[in-house]
């Protein structure tokens, strides 16, 4: 066996030299947050093939597969990842790349309303937990009163559902205020996956899931009343972070809370306040979490946006979604769209699926942010200019090239003037003004209109407006700008790109 394993070492170095001396087909790409660094010495060079020399030819489920070695994470150890070696061979590793695992514990608090809490994504998928993730069991104790000193609390592994299921219509409280799959196990697991993958070290991340169905973020702030059935959520955070900080403690854990996820926005659709209320949360949520943790590191808030309500027309809070990551970078991010997944027949919900994939986005951000310590932005735009017919919609491009997608059918097709607009909008308070195309040009998008534009109160959208038209196994606005990230679930198998938020904005 001895010589045979060194057979095999030689053999991948001998077909590994040839990958680098054609260097043209050195184009592998590594799914996102995977080091080629495989023994973490910040250099890539020999060492690193000979580690991937002991699981070539493996596969998922067998003993000598290491996830961390599957480079493009297919689910095998292949000439494919062979190729995304030899294309960072002799580089040396950046140390911003150094994961940051502050606690043993890191909490993630979910709050929103029904999306937030799995409503319609019944029978769970996410039944069985694979990393070491955890959630706080209630062990059946009456709630309320929410005390956190009961010792019958326990931590258990993180599945889905993340407690049993609750009254959906009137909404139950919590801890009843479960209705189906959220995205929070596929979410932690796809950032173990992540961590392990680039540093071969655990991370255990600690979900609390507090959201209310069908309920505005009135219903979510430090201070709404406690009606039996709503209001209940702020204080259910604080309440388990404390339970959760003192098992912690008993368990010689550390514990801390590394982000606030919200999942909203529906109910809240004509809310002109939105943004700011949801700074008021992001701001009381780090102020009290942090009393109770003692940690000094700011807790982010990552969300998406929402493009069911209304169905037709514009919505306040989906544009708050975006332009609260825009002023308040760093502190609020939003992670982009959520009409690219996959919903359930009502346009407004999703399948299980629909859930991990969103998960599976959160992950992506909070890997990026919170464990690298990188400043994270959507794919959005950063300037709008004007040339005759032609608008042009510079963007923030997270992985270039921008392509437009074929897997999505095409948006606005009962809209006459923007059915060439691929999701683009273009109109004035009065009329909507034809678009004859769309092109893209580097990380830009130029926009042609049939006609002249107007001198002024031009403004230029994206998958903004709805149309009261859904699409198939999907939500009522859309679009088919994305860029061309090759980031692929860890629990969907499915690859994640980024797809264009919806916005507005003025043309100059």
């Known amino acids: 066996m001895k010589v045979k394993k060194q057979g095999v070492k030689i053999l991948l170095s001998s077909l590994f030299m040839t990958v680098l001396i054609s260097s043209s087909i ?18 890539v060079n020999m060492s690193d093939v000979i580690l991937l020399a002991s699981a070539f030819n493996s596969v998922n489920g067998d003993p000598k597969y290491k996830p961390a ?3 493009n994470s297919d689910g095998s150890i292949n000439m494919s990842d062979v190729i995304i070696l030899a294309a960072k061979f002799n580089t040396t590793i950046n140390d911003n790349e150094t994961v940051s695992i502050p606690w043993d514990w890191a909490g993630v608090v979910g709050t929103g309303q029904s999306l937030a809490v799995g409503a319609e994504a019944g029978p769970a998928r996410a039944t069985s937990q694979p990393y070491n993730n955890l959630k706080i069991s209630l062990e059946n104790v009456p709630i309320p009163p929410l005390d956190p000193t009961n010792s019958a609390f326990k931590m258990v592994p993180l599945v889905e559902p993340i407690r049993p299921y609750g009254i959906y219509n009137p909404p139950g409280p919590y801890p009843g205020n479960i209705f189906g799959e959220t995205p929070h ?3 932690a697991n796809q950032i173990t996956s992540l961590v392990r993958a680039s540093s071969g070290k655990d991370y255990i991340t600690v979900h609390t899931v507090v959201g209310e169905s069908g309920q505005g973020i009135d219903c979510l702030k430090k201070g709404a009343v406690d009606t039996g059935s709503t209001g209940r959520a702020f204080a259910a955070t604080l309440f388990e972070v404390k339970a959760i900080e003192r098992i912690a403690a008993a368990a010689g854990k550390t514990y801390g809370v590394g982000a606030i996820v919200i999942t909203h926005g529906e109910k809240d659709s004509g809310n002109t306040s939105y943004e700011n209320e949801l700074h008021t949360l992001w701001s009381d949520y780090n102020q009290d979490i942090k009393a109770i943790t003692g940690q000094l590191q700011s807790i982010p808030l990552i969300l998406t946006q929402q493009h069911s309500c209304g169905s037709s027309g514009t919505s306040a809070s989906l544009y708050a979604q975006w332009k609260a990551g825009v002023d308040y970078p760093g502190d609020i991010i939003c992670s982009g769209p959520n009409y ?7 346009g407004v919900h999703m399948t299980a699926s629909g859930y991990e994939q969103l998960g599976e986005q959160y992950a992506k951000v909070y890997y990026e942010k919170v464990v690298l310590g990188h400043d994270w932005q959507p794919l959005q735009p950063t300037s709008v200019e004007k040339s005759g017919k032609v608008i042009t919609v510079n963007l923030h491009v997270p992985v270039p090239p921008l392509v437009w997608d074929t897997t999505l059918p095409a948006p606005n097709q009962n809209v006459p003037e923007w059915k060439n607009g691929k999701g683009f909008e273009v109109y004035t308070q009065d009329s909507k003004i034809t678009i004859s195309s769309v092109e893209i040009s580097g990380n830009s ?5 049939a006609n002249d534009i107007p001198a002024s109160g031009v403004k230029v959208g ?23 990230d090759t980031f692929k679930g860890a629990t969907t198998g499915l690859i994640n790109p980024n797809f264009c938020v919806s916005f507005e904005l003025p043309v100059p």
């Not at 050195?26 to 250099?43: E, F, I, M, P, Y």
């Not at 998008?445 to 209109?449: A, G, H, L, R």
Request: hydrophobic residues 30%; contains cysteine.
């Open 26 to 43: 050195c184009s592998g790409t590594a799914n996102a947050g995977v080091s080629v660094d495989l023994n973490g010495d910040k250099v």
């Open 69 to 71: 070695y599957d480079l």
């Open 185 to 187: 196990t596929a979410m």
């Open 340 to 346: 690219q997944h996959t919903y359930a027949s009502d």
């Open 445 to 449: 998008v130029k926009i042609t209109c």
């Open 462 to 484: 994206f998958a903004f407006t709805g149309s009261g038209t859904k699409r198939e196994n999907g939500t009522y606005r859309w679009g088919l700008l994305r860029d061309s």
